[in-house]
Nanobody, 120 residues
Framework: QKQPVESGGGSAQAGQSLRLSCTGPSFGAAGCGVLWYRQAAGRQREEQREWISSINTLDVASYANSVRGRFTISRDKAKDTVYLQMDSLLPNDTGMYYC??????????WGQGTQVTVSS
């Protein structure tokens, strides 16, 4: 088990887009599910991280109500990478974004995350 590596964060204006990447060992393998979480500023504890999207072992995507219709999760199996395309960004999307692998690509602990800052 290894930690995932998140990247792609940055600063954006409301309404703009960013694409996050999450890379980990065997993320493209059968039986691998990947989840994205967000931790808003001021929420220091890990249990305060909000689940926002996941892609399961059958590549079926799920989304939290707060991002459904604006965010799209996808997977590039050849690159062992899962993406989170974030469109129509809102200031409330600001936070640190983390991912985790489950099943055949189970990761240990949390990666360093990637910061997203959206200004109005």
């Amino acid at each position: 088990q290894k930690q995932p590596v998140e990247s792609g964060g940055g600063s954006a204006q409301a309404g703009q887009s960013l694409r996050l990447s999450c890379t980990g060992p065997s993320f493209g393998a059968a039986g691998c599910g990947v989840l994205w979480y967000r931790q808003a500023a001021g929420r220091q504890r890990e249990e305060q991280r909000e689940w926002i999207s996941s892609i399961n072992t059958l590549d079926v995507a799920s989304y939290a109500n707060s991002v459904r219709g604006r965010f799209t999760i996808s997977r590039d199996k050849a690159k062992d990478t899962v993406y989170l395309q974030m469109d129509s960004l809102l200031p409330n999307d600001t936070g640190m974004y983390y991912c985790q692998g489950l099943g055949s690509c189970l990761t240990s602990g949390w990666g360093q995350g990637t910061q997203v800052t959206v200004s109005s």
